[in-house]
């Protein structure tokens, strides 16, 4: 665990690519991500492990088979575990992400967008 | 836990008190809260709990015995379990905390500051 703070913008500045969570803080098993999104990503679930999405700049559909929450800066929603969503972004996105240590970020699915080396930043 | 997304600016309108946090949201037994601070807190520790400062607008100190950080908007910082520590905020900020249910905001300390029956917002 870092002992320092962490300053989101700068996090930010040394990610270049799309759908790579790096990680910026462990607190009692948790994670905390930092994530661009950019495109379509891949339907899955977690079956063991609810996920925060939280958008610290631009916005995002988040889709689910009944509905599609748009989420814009400033505003979270919780994936319950066990439900199945597919993040979606017509532009870069910031997404700040709380989650489980240990949480695949496709979930349930292998696909090329499947990370499971995360680095820390 | 909220099946809606949770837009943070319309619930720090709700909130008109300092010192006392709201829960608005619940993951994996962890809370989200959101608090305004203004002024100085107690010192006091959380024995069994990590917990974590994320600052939404305006800026405050975290003290320590042996250091302050500072915390401006955008910037979290992670406070070990069992680590002595006391927020002060020169003026009024509006803070996101991150840590496991149940979590007692004096930790340790018994205060008027205490809080032991939080809202959900």
Do not use: C
């Not at 320092?4 to 990680?23: A, H, Q, S, T």
């Not at 905390?32 to 610290?56: C, M, P, R, S, T």
């Not at 800066?73 to 979606?88: C, D, N, S």
């Amino acid at each position: 665990m870092t002992n320092e703070k962490v300053n989101l913008d700068e996090k930010f500045k040394l990610i270049n690519d799309y759908w790579n969570p790096r990680i910026v803080g462990e607190l009692n098993k948790q994670h905390v991500k930092l994530v661009k999104f950019q495109g379509a990503f891949v339907w899955h679930k977690h079956d063991d492990e609810d996920e925060l999405f939280y958008v610290i700049k631009g916005s995002f559909d988040l889709e689910f088979h009944d509905k599609v929450i748009t989420l814009n800066e400033q505003e979270f929603y919780i994936v319950p575990k066990g439900v199945e969503h597919r993040p979606v972004a017509r532009a870069e996105v910031h997404v700040m992400i709380f989650e489980p240590a240990g949480t695949l970020n496709t979930g349930n699915v292998l696909s090329n967008l499947t990370r499971d080396q995360l680095e820390n930043i």
